[in-house]
């Protein structure tokens, strides 16, 4: 019995040294990963900040805007467009900031256009206006939006990238269709009045006794 209990204390002490290495294995992982993100995050954080100071306009209606802003801009519920900027990967922020930096590009511009990239709440930004693309384009009219351009890249053959860049001109240069006059159908009207100086021919009239 002696010799039986001993070799299943050995047993309990090699599982328990297992568990213990395992512990103390995964305890060593999880620092490692915390340690990583630590280090990681504010270099990533910095990169964002750095590309939305970049993302700056010259152009007098097109401003770079907070998420307070945005907020009160859609209360105030203006016709304006909208771009929401995906700056994680995104190979397409730059050359779209320099279309929106062409002066060229904004000649028939009727409405204020404002660029939001979000930093800290991009998942929320993405699923409360169902984004799926890095580059977002929404005409807003009356807090709604009325017109979405979406894409990733400007396209690696020069058509698509001119047809790409006809789509966001078209898009920020709205043209509001004129109104026709419309012709109101008068009817006929009979002149009973005469005119003064107008002799009226008359018949003379005979009754026979």
Do not use: C, W
Not at 154 to 166: H, P, S, V
């Amino acid at each position: 019995m002696s010799h039986v209990t001993q070799q299943s204390n050995i047993k309990k002490k090699k599982k328990q040294k297992v568990f213990v290495f395992l512990f103390l294995f995964i305890m060593i992982m999880i620092a490692v990963v915390l340690l990583i993100k630590s280090v990681i995050r504010p270099k990533i954080r910095e990169q964002q900040i750095i590309s939305v100071v970049n993302l700056k306009s010259q152009h007098q209606k097109v401003q770079t805007i907070k998420e307070n802003q945005l907020q009160k801009i859609l209360h105030e519920k203006d016709d304006f467009v909208l771009v929401i900027i995906d700056g994680r990967g995104n190979t397409a922020d730059k050359e779209l900031m320099n279309f929106l930096n062409n002066s060229n590009n904004l000649k028939e511009i009727k409405t204020p256009i404002y660029i939001y990239q979000p930093i800290y709440n991009i998942n929320q930004i993405n699923q409360e206006y169902q984004l799926t693309a890095k580059n977002n384009l929404l005409f807003m009219e009356n807090g709604k939006e009325i017109q979405r351009l979406a894409f990733d890249s400007f396209g690696n053959t020069q058509e698509k990238k001119a047809e790409l860049q006809k789509q966001l001109f078209t898009l920020v240069n709205p043209v509001i269709p004129e109104r026709k006059p419309i012709r109101v159908k008068q009817e006929k009207q009979l002149d009973f009045s005469v005119n003064q100086g107008e002799e009226v021919p008359t018949e003379e009239i005979t009754f026979n006794e």
